[in-house]
């Protein structure tokens, strides 16, 4: 079992910065993979990023370049730098892990409760 818990969502207009941060605890196998996903009103869950115990990070096509993401594995913390914020960008953020990174949302075991991201222009 692996527990995620979220801060740092919040309101900002279109051009700002926010900093997501979760952390993770439980069982280490099941978390080799911290990443994150989000979800828009009436939308299918969208993977953000991925970033596996010692490897380098993969991010969805809609944030390159705009979103990092980083772990401090000492503490098992993973954060989402998010930058250049627009109104699309709105949705509610999870933490995820896994053993390994997937693509589709639908592998992914361990999910965070949420924390809602509101970008106004």
């Known amino acids: 079992q692996v527990q995620l818990v979220e801060s740092g969502g919040g309101s900002v207009q279109t051009g700002g910065s926010l900093r997501l941060s979760c952390v993770a605890s439980g069982d280490p196998d099941s978390r080799k993979c911290l990443g994150w996903f989000r979800q828009a009103p009436g939308k299918e869950r969208e993977r953000v990023a991925g970033l596996y115990t010692g490897g380098r990070p993969t991010y969805g096509d809609s944030v390159k370049g705009r979103f990092t993401i980083s772990r401090d594995n000492a503490n098992n913390i993973v954060y989402l730098e998010m930058n250049s914020l627009k109104p699309e960008d709105t949705a509610i953020y999870y933490c995820?892990?896994?053993?390994?990174?997937?693509?589709?949302?639908?592998?992914?075991?361990?999910w965070g409760q949420g924390t809602q991201v509101t970008v106004s222009s």
């Open positions: 995820v892990a896994e053993r390994f990174c997937y693509l589709d949302f639908r592998s992914w075991r361990y």
